[in-house]
């Protein structure tokens, strides 16, 4: 469905026709729906870790309360997170940043949308890779511009590299944007790569933006942040996904210098700042005690990756190779069914797990494959594997 069914009143504004739902919620909502009906459902549709509050986090937030930091802060958020988040770039990749360049936004959403804006006149493209984060397509739509699906497969880890952004370069091209690890693959861009785009996309004068939202959440090797190859990036990160605070609505970017001023012009005006309670309780977030309960987290996400990988492929589901990182299995169902869509309602009903389908995620082979999200407890994913053996007779 898209968003344009409206039947009432005054036509909407035709952005609105191009713009797609986040099927993930669609599943979200039908398992909810399910589960008030008494069902028991496994959860495998959202890209959210059910671990609670970090302790520093939720006291951090508690005493701002007490001391009535409820009011609006500076647009680019307050300095001590700011300086905070420079740190973390110190301790994380040995980079020394300018606070100045950190801007904190209210969710790593924001960010996101504010780029588009920031670069993207009506008629001009983004390159996006296909599969990849379904929202960043509709950011690209609001700001008049073209989503310009770049396919990608195993063959190079779901990712760009810096000949696919060469070819797929066109006169209206303005720019690229990666997540790496990505979502849904969890696969990741290496420093080689990076590097080649980075030097495709100088040479055509355009913006890379560098979407690092699940760094911090990498089993086997260390990820590369871009501002280590370059400072004319734009990097996107969040306090959702490694420090779990998906509710509080907080993220940022790190954004070259010369960007600020036009940056703070939208900052001011389309949210004035970023939710004050969740900047002091971020602040928690970088405690050691944190640290090293996120630490902890990663370990547990790996294993539950080491656990769910193998189960699957012994199902028949292919996966090239084991996901870098994120919480996500891209997995080829061509062996089990032949439409993703079907396959996942079909599994929602009958096994009682939610998984996505490809199509939430673009279209390149997208009938071809789902989408796991390892973000329950080891015992539900292995219930989860049992009713899926069940259910498809293995
Ligand atoms: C790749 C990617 N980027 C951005 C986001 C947005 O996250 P948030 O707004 O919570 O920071 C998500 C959420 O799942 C994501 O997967």
Redesign the pocket.
């Known amino acids: 469905m898209n968003a344009k069914s409206h039947d009432k009143g005054r036509p909407l504004a035709h952005r609105l026709e191009q713009m797609t739902s986040f099927k993930v919620v669609d599943f979200l909502e039908a398992a909810v729906a399910m589960e008030a009906q008494g069902r028991d459902i496994v959860r495998m549709e959202a890209?959210e870790p059910a671990f609670d509050t970090a302790p520093a986090i939720a006291e951090a937030a508690i005493k701002a309360l007490k001391d009535e930091k409820t009011h609006y802060t500076p647009s680019f958020g307050i300095s001590a997170l700011r300086e905070a988040i420079a740190a973390f770039y110190d301790t994380r990749y040995g980079l020394k940043l300018s606070p100045e360049r950190v801007v904190v936004t209210t969710?790593?959403?924001?960010a996101?949308g504010l780029i588009c804006d920031l670069y993207i006149n009506p008629g001009e493209g983004l390159l996006l890779t296909d599969p990849g984060?379904p929202?960043n397509a509709n950011f690209v739509r609001r700001a008049g511009g073209e989503p310009q699906l770049v396919p990608v497969s195993a063959d190079n880890a779901y990712q760009l590299t810096g000949e696919l952004v060469q070819s797929s370069w066109r006169d209206n091209t303005i720019g690229v944007m990666v997540?790496s690890p990505?979502?849904p693959t969890g696969e990741m861009v290496d420093r080689a790569n990076q590097t080649a785009i980075h030097n495709t996309v100088s040479r055509h004068g355009g913006v890379l933006i560098m979407?690092e939202?699940?760094h911090g959440l990498v089993y086997d090797e260390k990820e590369t942040s871009v501002l280590e190859i370059t400072d004319e990036a734009f990097v996107?990160n969040?306090f959702?996904?490694y420090f779990g605070m998906?509710g509080w609505?907080l993220?940022w970017m790190v954004a070259p210098e010369d960007t600020l001023p036009a940056i703070s012009v939208m900052t001011q005006n389309f949210y004035i700042s970023p939710p004050s309670i969740a900047q002091y309780a971020a602040l928690g977030a970088f405690q050691p005690a944190t640290i090293g309960l996120m630490e902890e987290r990663r370990e547990i996400l790996r294993q539950r990756r080491d656990f769910l990988v193998p189960a699957l492929r012994e199902l028949g589901f292919v996966i090239p190779h084991s996901p870098a990182g994120a919480f996500y299995i891209y997995a080829n169902i061509e062996a089990l069914a032949d439409d993703s869509e079907t396959f996942c309602w079909d599994m929602l009903e009958r096994a009682g797990v939610s998984f996505t389908p490809g199509t939430d995620f673009g279209e390149h082979l997208a009938r071809q494959h789902v989408r796991f999200s390892y973000t329950q407890p080891m015992e539900r994913l292995e219930l989860a594997v049992e009713r899926l053996a069940s259910a498809l007779g293995r």
């Open positions: 890209g969710g790593s959403s924001a996101l984060y929202c997540a990505s979502n979407d939202l699940y996107i969040s959702s996904k998906t609505r993220g």
